[in-house]
T-cell receptor, first 116, second 112 residues
Framework: AQSVTQLDSQVPVFEEAPVELRCNYSSSVSVYLFWYVQYPNQGLQLLLKYLSGSTLVKGINGFEAEFNKSQTSFHLRKPSVHISDTAEYFCAVSRKSSGSARQLTFGSGTQLTVLP | NAGVTQTPKFQVLKTGQSMTLQCAQDMNHEYMSWYRQDPGMGLRLIHYSVGAGITDQGEVPNGYNVSRSTTEDFPLRLLSAAPSQTSVYFC???????????FGSGTRLTVV
């Protein structure tokens, strides 16, 4: 089984400042890694994913994440945030195979609040 | 493309009542799943399906039933609603061999 730990439940940051949302995972097998964003009263939207290849992954809205296998981490970063980035962010993993292993395990979420 | 459509968006049930949450996708995804979202707990998998006629339990299946008679539809049935089932429910789908789910907009269920 795999597990995901999001180290910060709430992250307040001022507009135009950089931000890092931390995610660590635990798994006995190789995994795919994902970040999702949830705006208030909406479903989850995929921000970016790591499947293989380059460990630096770029996503939508200027976000990027870096896969670090030795530290089992997949931290999400943005160099300059906007008010519109205020949302809850979820890190998730799935086992690196198809079929029933496609199920995602989610972290508990990080609420990013961008202050003016 | 509608993506993943969930109905209803809101529902209030009395303890002991039953109901079905509907989920439909038009992307020909093989994989479909139901999650519940509770504050501070992220999303937890209830049931999932890798194709028509195939379903399996997730992390928190008790009190819920599913079936998958077509590729498009994956309804979630609450057999006898309990206050502990008050939550926001999300349906999600994906291809089996590619990463990334598409989520519905959710059903907010309150059991009184």
């Amino acid at each position: 089984a795999q597990s995901v730990t999001q180290l910060d439940s709430q992250v307040p940051v001022f507009e135009e400042a950089p931000v890092e949302l931390r995610c660590n995972y635990s798994s006995s097998v190789s995994v795919y890694l994902f970040w999702y964003v949830q705006y208030p009263n909406q479903g989850l939207q995929l921000l970016l994913k790591y499947l293989s290849g380059s460990t630096l992954v770029k996503g939508i809205n200027g976000f990027e994440a870096e896969f670090n296998k030795s530290q089992t981490s997949f931290h999400l970063r943005k160099p300059s945030v906007h008010i519109s980035d205020t949302a809850e962010y979820f890190c998730a993993v799935s086992r690196k195979s198809s079929g029933s292993a496609r199920q995602l395990t989610f972290g508990s979420g990080t609420q990013l609040t961008v202050l003016p | 493309n509608a993506g993943v459509t969930q109905t209803p968006k809101f529902q209030v049930l009395k303890t002991g009542q039953s109901m079905t949450l509907q989920c439909a996708q038009d992307m020909n995804h093989e994989y479909m799943s139901w999650y519940r979202q509770d504050p501070g707990m992220g999303l937890r998998l209830i049931h999932y399906s890798v194709g028509a006629g195939i379903t399996d339990q997730g992390e928190v299946p008790n009190g819920y039933n599913v079936s998958r008679s077509t590729t498009e539809d994956f309804p979630l049935r609450l057999l006898s609603a309990a206050p502990s089932q008050t939550s926001v429910y999300f349906c999600a789908s994906s291809y089996l061999d590619r990463g990334g789910y598409t989520f519905g907009s959710g059903t907010r269920l309150t059991v009184v």
